[in-house]
Nanobody, 114 residues
Framework: QVQLVESGGGLVQPGGSLRLSCAAS????????MGWFRQAPGKLRELVAS??????TNYADSVKGRFTISRGNGNTLYLQMNVLKPEDTAVYYC?????????WGQGTQVTVST
């Protein structure tokens, strides 16, 4: 079992920045990788960015050059989001991929609006 707790969401104006955090606990020694997904109202959940245990990263085309995924010391995953756009508004979920399956956090709301 892996437990994931996201934080850092909120309301920001277009062009602003936010940093999301995800604290992982439990059977983290079995991690293959972690990622951030998002789901906007009426849309399917989509991959935003992912990072492997080796540190390789992958980004959705819509966020390349604006978002950066990273892992901090210990068991924390980050998503630095810059130059935010209204279309980035969604619930953002942290995901952990393990040998036992995938685990998800509860989600954190990001709203980009004037």
């Amino acid at each position: 079992q892996v437990q994931l707790v996201e934080s850092g969401g909120g309301l920001v104006q277009p062009g602003g920045s936010l940093r999301l955090s995800c604290a992982a606990s439990g059977s983290i020694s079995y991690l293959n990788g972690m990622g951030w997904f998002r789901q906007a109202p009426g849309k399917l959940r989509e991959l935003v960015a992912s990072i492997t245990i080796a540190g390789s990263t992958n980004y959705a085309d819509s966020v390349k050059g604006r978002f950066t995924i990273s892992r901090g010391n210990g068991n924390t995953l980050y998503l630095q989001m810059n130059v935010l756009k209204p279309e980035d508004t969604a619930v953002y979920y942290c995901q952990a991929e393990t040998v036992f399956g995938d685990y998800w956090g509860q989600g954190t709301q990001v709203t980009v609006s004037t």
